[in-house]
């Protein structure tokens, strides 16, 4: 009898235990990595994440611990799903408890600041694996709904192709439908900027600006989108695809979404310091802003959107003003 996959996921946040939940319903033996003993006591004792998924029965075959050691141990499939900005200083600290040979995938959607490192050159800055065993999870993936079980699509990528099917082979039910792609670099600005354009969507959604302002950020933000992954050697068509046009709709139009969220509060009126007292959980995008500009920047790509959002965000620039700004920029070709 086959032995199941055992996977690792590191980090308790709503998409970590939704993600075990996929991977343990789709077969595998899951250990969660909680960093709170209590948390990871309420899943061993309960079957429930009461901080971030509450009311959700979780499988039988996810169990927790705090011990990195202990979880990572004989993992063939190590899932990182903490915030984007501790990824480096977790990773030193559990990098020399994987398994030789786990793959490594991230479920992160976040630029690093400083570095402007994108979460798998992180992994591989850290752990010295290659690329080949790097693997991402992206697309329109609201944790809750998929907690929930409810009908999702999702991106795996990985520059070795045989490896995104291992990972898909291992993620595949009924209600989580993954594809392949070797498009890494694509895959990954697609999840890190729509943070960003959710964030400018949900403002406007604030100020009361109607459905023709959000379809015309939505098709802009993916369109600076797509200049930045052409300037890092992307696959133009990945940001057509569930990594770039369907996580951003996703993001853009769902209450569930932290960062459409977030700026929603800013778009009301909400400094930026209530806004963050009033949100329980990381808005990846308050963040990232300021770091996919600086990578924007140091690639000569204009990104009006993302600039804007940073302006309001970290600038204290009035959303009101931000918007003048922006309608009264120099008029210009569609496709440029």
């Given at each position: 009898?086959?032995?199941?996959?055992?996977?690792?996921?590191?980090?308790?946040?709503?998409?970590?235990?939704?993600?075990?939940?996929?991977?343990?319903?789709?077969?595998?033996?899951?250990?969660?990595?909680?960093?709170?003993?209590?948390?990871?006591?309420?899943?061993?004792?309960?079957?429930?994440?009461?901080?971030?998924?509450?009311?959700?029965?979780?499988?039988?075959?996810?169990?927790?611990?705090?011990?990195?050691a202990e979880a990572a141990d004989g993992a063939e499939f190590t899932v990182l799903a903490v915030p984007s900005q501790t990824l480096?200083?977790?990773?030193?600290?559990?990098?020399?408890?994987?398994?030789?040979?786990?793959?490594?995938?991230s479920l992160m959607k976040g630029v690093e600041l400083g570095s402007a490192m994108r979460m798998s050159e992180v992994i591989e800055?850290?752990?010295?694996?290659?690329?080949?065993?790097?693997?991402?999870?992206?697309?329109?993936?609201?944790?809750?709904?998929?907690?929930?079980?409810?009908?999702?699509?999702?991106?795996?990528?990985?520059?070795?192709?045989?490896?995104?099917?291992?990972?898909?082979?291992?993620?595949?039910?009924?209600?989580?439908?993954?594809?392949?792609?070797?498009?890494?670099?694509?895959?990954?600005?697609?999840?890190?900027?729509?943070?960003?354009?959710?964030?400018?969507?949900?403002?406007?959604?604030?100020?009361?600006?109607?459905?023709?302002?959000?379809?015309?950020?939505?098709?802009?933000?993916?369109?600076?989108?797509?200049?930045?992954?052409?300037?890092?050697?992307?696959?133009?068509?990945?940001?057509?695809?569930?990594?770039?046009?369907?996580?951003?709709?996703?993001?853009?139009?769902?209450?569930?979404?932290?960062?459409?969220?977030?700026?929603?509060?800013?778009?009301?009126?909400?400094?930026?310091?209530?806004?963050?007292?009033?949100?329980?959980?990381?808005?990846?995008?308050?963040?990232?802003?300021?770091?996919?500009?600086?990578?924007?920047?140091?690639?000569?790509?204009?990104?009006?959107?993302?600039?804007?959002?940073?302006?309001?965000?970290?600038?204290?620039?009035?959303?009101?003003?931000?918007?003048?700004?922006?309608?009264?920029?120099?008029?210009?070709?569609?496709?440029?």
């Open positions: 009898m086959t032995r199941p996959v055992k996977a690792a996921v590191f980090g308790t946040g709503s998409w970590g235990t939704a993600f075990a939940m996929v991977l343990a319903d789709a077969g595998c033996d899951v250990t969660l990595w909680a960093r709170r003993p209590e948390l990871a006591e309420a899943v061993n004792s309960t079957r429930t994440n009461p901080d971030y998924l509450p009311g959700i029965q979780l499988p039988e075959n996810i169990r927790a611990t705090t011990d990195p480096r200083a977790n990773l030193a600290e559990w990098a020399p408890l994987l398994a030789p040979d786990t793959i490594l995938v800055d850290v752990t010295k694996v290659g690329e080949d065993r790097i693997a991402i999870v992206t697309g329109p993936n609201l944790a809750r709904e998929i907690a929930a079980r409810m009908p999702a699509a999702a991106v795996v990528a990985c520059r070795d192709e045989a490896v995104a099917q291992r990972l898909q082979a291992a993620c595949h039910t009924p209600y989580f439908r993954p594809y392949t792609e070797t498009d890494v670099v694509g895959c990954e600005l697609g999840g890190a900027v729509k943070n960003v354009i959710g964030l400018a969507v949900g403002i406007a959604d604030g100020m009361g600006l109607g459905d023709n302002a959000k379809g015309s950020l939505i098709t802009r933000g993916l369109a600076e989108t797509a200049r930045l992954g052409l300037a890092l050697g992307a696959d133009p068509l990945t940001f057509s695809g569930l990594a770039g046009l369907g996580d951003l709709v996703a993001t853009c139009s769902s209450p569930l979404s932290r960062n459409h969220t977030f700026g929603t509060n800013l778009g009301k009126g909400m400094t930026l310091q209530e806004t963050i007292a009033v949100t329980r959980q990381t808005a990846e995008g308050v963040k990232s802003c300021e770091s996919v500009l600086d990578l924007a920047r140091r690639h000569g790509v204009d990104m009006p959107i993302t600039e804007t959002v940073v302006g309001i965000v970290h600038e204290g620039k009035s959303p009101v003003v931000a918007l003048k700004e922006m309608m009264s920029r120099s008029a210009k070709p569609e496709r440029r």
